[in-house]
């Protein structure tokens, strides 16, 4: 039980934070989101904190299974302080993403933009290990991406979460993971174990 408490601590927490911060709207979210007049004053955490509050209860769960998701498909290829060093740069980057290129955008909560960097992340460094169907998967999370922005296809979902879905934190996010990914120092990967690494084993002749 231990060593699969370990293997999977950055989730684990992550779900516990996110999970007691439903509990404490709406004032987790406004001393905790990204807000645009709050950071031009010098509230900086609002850069990496945005990532663990959420609209309420369906927006927490949702972004906590595809958390969990990525975790359990990925979570062979790097090892706990790499992992921790993933997360950082990624709920850091999307939200200094957001505020450099969405300038309108004056408010934010959520770790969906992470996440698709997160995934886009571990699939393309399993691609430069030979997962070819790694590569598959992030054409399809790039065609689900950017389907809205190409096609002018509206989200579903904002009635739903109880707010509008900011599509640019996913193109964002996205476009930060596969940087991350292909820029990652090969040394530090570890062999493919991930599901589609063993499915390429399974189909080969």
């Not at 509050?53 to 998701?69: Q, S």
């Not at 290829?77 to 921790?84: G, H, I, R, S, T």
Request: net charge neutral.
């Amino acid at each position: 039980m231990m060593p699969l408490l370990t293997k999977y601590a950055i989730p684990l927490i992550l779900s516990h934070i996110c999970i007691a911060l439903i509990f404490a709207l709406p004032e987790s979210s406004l001393w905790l989101s990204y807000d645009r007049g709050a950071v031009a004053s010098g509230e900086l955490w609002r850069f990496f904190t945005p990532n663990f509050v959420h609209l309420g209860l369906t927006h927490t769960f949702l972004n906590l299974a595809g958390l969990w998701f990525t975790m359990f498909l990925f979570i062979h290829l790097l090892n706990f302080k790499d992992w921790l060093s993933w997360f950082l740069i990624l709920f850091i980057a999307n939200i200094v993403g957001l505020h450099l290129w969405v300038p309108e955008l004056h408010n934010y909560v959520g770790m969906s933009g992470a996440l698709y960097g997160l995934i886009a992340a571990a699939a393309a460094a399993e691609l430069r290990l030979g997962v070819k169907l790694s590569g598959l998967l992030l054409l399809i999370v790039g065609v689900k991406i950017f389907a809205p922005q190409i096609f002018g296809v509206e989200s579903s979902y904002n009635e739903w979460l109880g707010g509008n879905v900011i599509e640019e934190a996913h193109v964002i996010g996205f476009i930060e993971g596969i940087i991350l990914g292909l820029t990652w120092p090969k040394g530090r990967l570890l062999k493919p174990k991930s599901i589609l690494a063993n499915q390429n084993t399974e189909d080969a002749p």
